[in-house]
């Protein structure tokens, strides 16, 4: 029990310690590289909760399984936001359906981590919005039609290969 505690404490040191010199060397760089600021590298401060909750999902496994949505999320915004960053924000126009995105992402992480079936609803709704409005955006819906008839079918068909397979016993 006393070593268990002593490698949570030394993971805790070195996820402070990680993000201290990520921050460090941050702070250098916008100094060496001009067009590298502090107002386009902003996003990074994103990944901060995210080593954070890293460490705490790799102690705990299962039972913090919970973190991985935030995980995904900070992720996601800090890369598509250091991209605004580096494009310009107008983007904002053509890309919001991202906003949408971000949390269909998270359940597709739950699901994965947990193979909990009820993740992948939310994670389907919101992940076919986001396509259905890219899709109005650019005025496409050929992808959209197709997506749709291969996700209504696999749910109708997945039902049939649930009782074939409790049948044969396999």
Known sequence: MEKKKDQQYNIGF??????LVGLGILFLVTNII?????EKLWP???LIPVAILVAVWLQARERAAGVVLPIVLLTFYCSYFLWLNFTTWYNVETTWPNFIIGPGLG?????IVTRN???LIPSSILLLLAAV???ALIENTIFVGIL?????LVFILKPMFKEK???TGE
């Open 133 to 135: 409005f890219y899709a």
């Open 148 to 152: 749709l008839i291969v996700l209504g």
């Open 44 to 46: 990074l401060f994103l």
């Open 165 to 167: 397979t409790a049948e």
């Open 34 to 38: 001009p067009i590298l600021s502090i």
């Open 14 to 19: 070195l996820v402070f310690g990680a993000i």
């Open 117 to 119: 079936w009820a993740y």
């Open 107 to 111: 359940f597709l992480g739950l699901f």
